[in-house]
């Protein structure tokens, strides 16, 4: 959040949306709930990118490191990622997209639903809806 999305977001909207990485067992705890991941990695064996899905089609997260970006690390997570809905029989994928993330969900095939207007420690921010029907 703090790189990649300084581009589109004011400071005072970063630290209201993410005021710091989240610890590692507050992330291990979300993925605790059944959803899938996956991790790329570099050549030293760093993560770079992940994404998750949860079993009703929405993305929850999609980071990838500023360092990865325009890669092709979080496309091929992408890649895995609907594979994996398709054969599990998933129609529909949808996403709370950031400024960051909307330009490369839109380039996978997703279509925004909606802007989204929200609140976090009383700092106005937006996202997408984005949807994409799969089949």
């Known amino acids: 959040m703090h790189g990649i999305a300084s581009r589109f977001y004011s400071p ?7 005021p710091e990485a989240p610890p590692a067992a507050a992330i291990g705890q979300k993925l605790s709930d059944g959803r899938a991941a996956w991790v790329a990695v570099d050549q030293a064996d760093v993560p770079v990118a992940f994404i998750d899905l949860e079993s009703d ?9 500023p360092r990865a970006a325009g890669q092709g690390a979080a496309a091929a997570l992408y890649g895995r990622l609907e594979t994996a809905a398709l054969r599990q029989g998933i129609g529909l994928l949808y996403v709370e997209a950031s400024e960051a993330a909307r ?16 609140e976090r420690s009383g700092v106005k921010i ?6 994409k029907i799969l089949g």
């Open 126 to 131: 937006h996202n997408y809806r984005m949807v």
């Open 57 to 65: 089609g929405h993305i929850d997260m999609l980071f990838c490191h």
């Open 12 to 18: 005072e909207q970063i630290n209201a949306w993410c």
């Open 103 to 118: 330009r490369f969900f839109e380039r996978q095939g997703f279509a925004v639903d909606r802007r989204r207007e929200f």
